[in-house]
């Protein structure tokens, strides 16, 4: 079982390109959700989706957009990246109802932008 | 609105002590309360978490954590450390009502050393 896959583990990108955040899950869950890790800030929510083609904003949602076309996959792009998006983010997934409350966690992906 | 304030970014501690990691929420309605581990260079690990019933909640690796009602809290336990338990650790809440799913609020962190 791979669980909650994220990619690129690592990615550097200049002001103002634009780049994808894969995660995939294969628990067939509902819920995906997408944070980011910025140190003495702990984990903030961006954006959620309890199903396909379902998606809701989190507490810092700027600068990212969110789709969700199948179970498995919820990717997250910056159109147009900004020093203050270098962080590292987190995948999360679970089921929803009786089942919600556990949540697994990708691995990250660290990002710099300069 | 809900919210978790830990109060310890760092914990130094000797292994084979005890240690405690204090957290504390803040909300008008019931909640859940979650600790999770991240060790380096690792996604986030659930230890334990409170639903509902006794208030005294067992987790893995001899963790421990008591939900206190009246004062808002859900401090994490150990009453002996280990070099294999250096990481950091997130408190988190969330509302039992939120529509089926589970979208949790963090807190900062408390980074746990565990010297020899």
């Known amino acids: 079982n791979a669980g909650v896959t994220q990619t690129p583990k690592f990615q550097v990108l200049k002001t103002g390109q634009s780049m994808t955040l894969q995660c995939a899950q294969d628990?067939?869950?509902?819920?995906m959700s997408w944070y980011r890790q910025d140190p003495g800030m702990g984990l903030r929510l961006i954006h959620y989706s309890v199903g396909a083609g379902i998606t809701d904003q989190g507490e810092v949602p700027n600068g990212y957009n969110v789709s969700r076309s199948t179970t498995e996959d919820f990717p997250l792009r910056l159109l147009s990246a900004a020093p203050s998006q270098t962080s590292v983010y987190f995948c999360?997934?679970?089921?929803?109802?009786?089942?919600?409350?556990?949540?697994?966690f990708g691995a990250g992906s660290r990002l710099t932008v300069l | 609105a809900q919210s978790v304030t830990q109060l310890d970014s760092q914990v130094p501690v000797f292994e084979e002590a005890p240690v405690e990691l204090r957290c504390n929420y803040s909300s008008s309605v019931s909640v859940y309360l979650f600790w999770y581990v991240q060790y380096p260079n690792q996604g986030l690990q659930l230890l334990l978490k409170?639903?509902?019933?006794?208030?005294l909640v067992k987790g893995i690796n001899g963790f421990e954590a008591e939900f206190n009602k009246s004062q808002t809290s859900f401090h994490l336990r150990k009453p002996s450390v280990h070099i294999s338990d250096t990481a950091e650790y997130f408190c988190a809440v969330s509302h039992p009502f939120s529509g089926g799913y589970n979208k949790l609020i963090f807190g900062a962190g408390t980074r746990l050393a565990v010297h020899p």
């Open positions: 628990m067939n869950h509902e819920y």
């Open positions: 409170y639903l509902s019933g006794s208030t």
């Open positions: 999360a997934s679970s089921m929803t109802g009786d089942g919600a409350n556990v949540l697994t």
